[in-house]
């Protein structure tokens, strides 16, 4: 029974489907055929298996039938008809003519036939219509173009930045690019390498941050200012006649040497002073006195020393310095306890008087590269700021003997010697004398 119905159920099915595709020319045959189908069916007992069979017919229509779109939803299907368009507008005819197609002498077939309502076409006053196909000026361009993006797109970054090309110039004048370097060699001094680049031992010193010469090693890079004074980084609340006054150069001379082009510093510009001085070499403490001696060899030395301290029988002093042009540039006071002895840079520096070299190298203390020379008699002198030494220590000269050349080592602002005269050891419990009263 069951499958008889599922049978007749394809039956009525099948129907439909052939009247839905255009198989049968009218309704009244499929009405003809589904009664046909369910005629054995309508007897009592088979009322409920009719029932079955009729959801199942159903079913199968509403699987067949398209589902009603839901949603937002759209498409296309061929090629399609062309736009058309009539001069003056207008909406449904009701006479169903296409004007379009009776006056190019067209015709239309099936569901094309009639004038839609997206159909557009002239309805004259009259009677009769008429239609004028419009025509596309010959200056407007039909072809198909590209369109230019105003904005040419540059990378974009992860966070979705895009980056045009286009930034604000937030440069700085500054000095750093004033600013040689210099790789020490072997043999190589400080005062060398300042007088190489022509400008002040003290310039490197301060621009390299040095804390002693004898620090220099073979490879090392140094900083070499263009002229002699100071590098400058500039500090917050800084500003250039705050930085000219501190260190008495002329702000004009720093902006024209740098560049500035902006006189508003800059926290970390870097300024080139020229003729500015920082802090002078730390003069170091005096080397502590010997142990003291057995009383005995005390005393023998003291009577020595005492009988000998106040006369000193090697002669009036030479003039330390060779050369014409020479002048003293500072004389012996409370405070500067020597002469300075300006002269060209390189002049020859003698012994002052005869007797031995007790020191000729380094000190940090201010005076640079120096000799010390005992003459008996507890008399000593010092040669200090030297560019060059030419004796050694232990070493005897005689009077007249050159012991080095004129520099501005150390402490100097310009070529000169700092010349010092002793009474007692050097640095070691002796005292200063004004050097003027030997010549």
């Known amino acids: 029974m069951v499958t008889r119905i599922n049978r007749l159920s394809l039956r009525a099915a099948r129907a439909v489907q052939a009247w839905m595709r255009g198989r049968h020319p009218a309704p009244g045959a499929l009405v003809a055929n589904l009664v046909n189908a369910v005629r054995p069916l309508t007897t009592a007992e088979r009322a409920l ?3 079955v069979a009729a959801l199942v017919a159903v079913a199968s229509m509403l699987a067949i039938l398209p589902a009603s779109p839901t949603g937002a939803t759209g498409g296309t299907q061929g090629a399609g008809n062309d736009v058309r368009i009539a001069i003056g507008g207008g909406g449904r005819l ?5 004007p379009y197609l009776a006056a ?4 239309t077939s099936g569901a094309d036939q009639g004038v839609g309502q997206d159909s557009l076409a002239y309805q004259g006053p009259g009677p009769g219509l008429t239609f004028q196909p419009f025509t596309i000026p010959g200056d407007v361009s039909t072809s198909a173009s590209i369109e230019q993006a105003s904005l040419e797109p540059g990378p974009v970054l992860d966070d979705g930045t895009l980056l045009t090309g286009y930034y604000p110039d937030t440069t700085v004048e500054d000095g750093a690019n004033l600013l040689q370097t210099y790789k020490v060699k072997s043999g190589d001094t400080l005062v060398e390498i300042a007088h190489k680049f022509g400008v002040s031992m003290m310039t490197l010193w301060w621009a390299n941050k040095l804390q002693s010469k004898d620090a220099l090693h073979v490879g090392q890079v140094l900083k070499i200012p263009p002229v002699t004074g100071l590098v400058y980084t500039v500090k917050a609340t800084d500003t250039l006649d705050a930085v000219a006054a501190r260190y008495k150069v002329d702000a004009s ?6 560049g500035l082009e902006d006189t508003t510093l800059v926290v970390g510009q870097v300024l080139v002073l020229p003729g500015a001085k920082g802090a002078p070499i730390p003069t170091p403490k005096p080397t502590p006195k010997p ?3 057995s009383a005995s060899r005390t005393s023998h030395a003291s009577s020595r020393t005492s009988s000998t301290q106040a006369h000193y029988s090697g002669g009036r002093f030479q003039w330390p310095v060779v050369g014409g042009g020479n002048y003293i540039s500072q ?3 409370s405070g500067h306890e020597a002469i300075d002895i300006a002269a060209s840079y390189g002049s020859k520096v003698v012994a002052a008087a005869g007797g031995r070299v007790t020191f000729a190298g380094w000190k940090s203390n201010g005076g640079g590269w120096q000799v010390w ?4 008699g507890n008399l000593y002198t010092t040669y200090n700021h030297m560019s060059a030494l030419t004796v050694g220590t232990g070493q005897t000269v005689s009077r007249g003997q050159q012991v080095g050349r004129i520099g501005q080592t150390g402490n100097a602002t310009g070529p000169h010697l700092h010349f010092e005269v002793w009474i007692g050891p050097i640095w070691s419990g002796g005292t200063r004398v004004n050097p003027l009263r030997y010549f």
């Not at 009701?94 to 296409?98: K, L, R």
């Not at 190019?104 to 015709?107: D, M, Y």
């Not at 020379?373 to 008996?376: F, T, V």
């Open 291 to 293: 142990a003291p001696q």
């Open 94 to 98: 009701d006479s169903g003519v296409d």
């Open 104 to 107: 190019t002498g067209g015709t």
């Open 253 to 258: 001379d720093v902006v024209k040497l740098n």
């Open 49 to 51: 298996p009719i029932t």
């Open 331 to 333: 004389y012996f006071h």
């Open 373 to 376: 020379i005992s003459h008996g």
